[in-house]
């Protein structure tokens, strides 16, 4: 016996099912472009780094700070991206699938050091809308300044971008220096907007003061750690969040020799290319099923010799 045929109005529905399918399908895949979407986050001095000694005639006087700086900077910036060229479902294995461009990669470009009561210079720039690239990411140091930035254009990236400064420091016994700044955080054309917190961490020897997003895309922190703590001390560490972002972390010694330790900060951008929603997975495994199935109905039906 010959197995039934589907009739002409199972056809169509299988063929509109099937059309229906490649386009929810076509449609998870191509919402992988977008419009343009940055996210930034910069710290800035208020005026030049807090008033220690430096060893300069030039620099040092009345005005001094009960302290010394040492004769460096620890200078970083670097960035990192690679495209988001396609996201699909395996049709064998139902695993997402995606293909990724080529890794691109920038640090220190230009260092230079500067005045004794700056940060010093330092770049690194991946330029987007190329052959091999559509993503923007740049982070400097500057004199004053540090900032991170990265921005997506027709494609989803994994990105990252980071700007550090750090300097070590001795501070005079029963004396203190505040160390401030303006931090900023920014994220535009992004669905999932900006929802930013300041945090404190501290412990004996460690502090940071953050401003930052709350899904760690775009941050920037000020902190210290201290290594050679004289007997006696306590109560290293206070801060304040002013207007605006203003950060401010004041470190004392109350004890009767000096303390050492660095002082940093840094601005940080992280972006992750998105994994599919439950519902969008769910559509690309429909479509691939659906586009499947009618696939092999179309092929050619096998007859079998009839037995003797």
Known sequence: ?????HGPSGRVILKKLSRLAVVSAACCITSLAQADTTYS??????????MLRTGSPMWDGPQSLPGEWSSWNRIDAAVNSRDLLSSGVNPASGALEQTWG??????????????????????????????????????SVD???LRSAVTLTDRYADADSHATWSRDFSLDAHSSFTFSGLATVGISGDSNPLSAATTFNSNDSFASLTL????????????ANIWDIGSGVSNLFNYSVGPGG?????????????????????SYVAVSAPIPEPETWLLLLAGVGIVGFTARKRKPAEHLPLAA
């Open 212 to 223: 930052g997003d709350l899904f760690g895309r775009v941050r920037t922190t000020i902190g």
């Open 102 to 139: 080529q890794q691109n990669h920038s640090d220190n470009m230009h260092r230079a050091g500067g005045p004794p009561l700056t940060m010093g210079e330092s770049e690194a720039h991946i330029h987007g809308s190329n052959d091999w690239t559509h993503t923007t990411a740049t982070a």
């Open 41 to 50: 986050a910069d710290f800035t001095l208020q005026g030049n780094l807090p």
């Open 246 to 266: 203003l950060l401010a972390l004041t470190i004392t010694n109350n004890g009767d020799s000096a303390l050492r330790g660095s002082l940093n900060a840094g």
């Open 143 to 145: 004199w004053r300044s």
């Open 1 to 5: 016996m010959r197995a039934a045929k």
